[in-house]
């Protein structure tokens, strides 16, 4: 679980994630993420794991994405290569 309001306010913005939104995606009300954010109140677990279990999903859904933005871009690099591997071979044989 996270140690502090602040901890979470680290999270949600690492994530790019306004309060306002989080709000309107965890049932929360913002003046409560606010002030948890603030440490000047103390939220009921549910809604802490409510918003914790949303930007760990984000976080997650992120990291697919640029795992498989990062193996398209092999995939684009290897063609490349194998293009020009074909090309210089066509060279070498005078094709």
């Known amino acids: 679980m996270l140690k502090s ?3 979470l306010r680290e999270m949600r ?3 790019g ?3 306002a939104r989080l709000a ?3 049932g929360v009300e913002q003046h409560k993420i606010s002030a948890y954010e ?5 939220l009921d677990d549910r809604s ?3 918003c914790l279990m949303l930007l760990v999903k984000l976080k997650n859904l992120r990291l697919k994405l640029n795992e498989k933005r990062d193996i398209e871009g092999t995939r684009i690099q290897v ?4 293009q020009k591997g074909r090309l210089k071979l066509q060279e070498l044989q005078g094709i």
Do not use: A, H
């Not at 603030?38 to 103390?42: C, D, H």
């Not at 063609?79 to 194998?82: F, P, Y």
């Open 5 to 7: 309001g602040q901890d």
């Open 13 to 15: 913005i690492e994530l």
């Open 17 to 19: 994630i306004s309060q």
């Open 24 to 26: 309107e995606i965890s």
């Open 38 to 42: 603030l440490n000047n109140i103390s």
């Open 48 to 50: 802490v794991k409510s």
């Open 79 to 82: 063609r490349k290569m194998t």
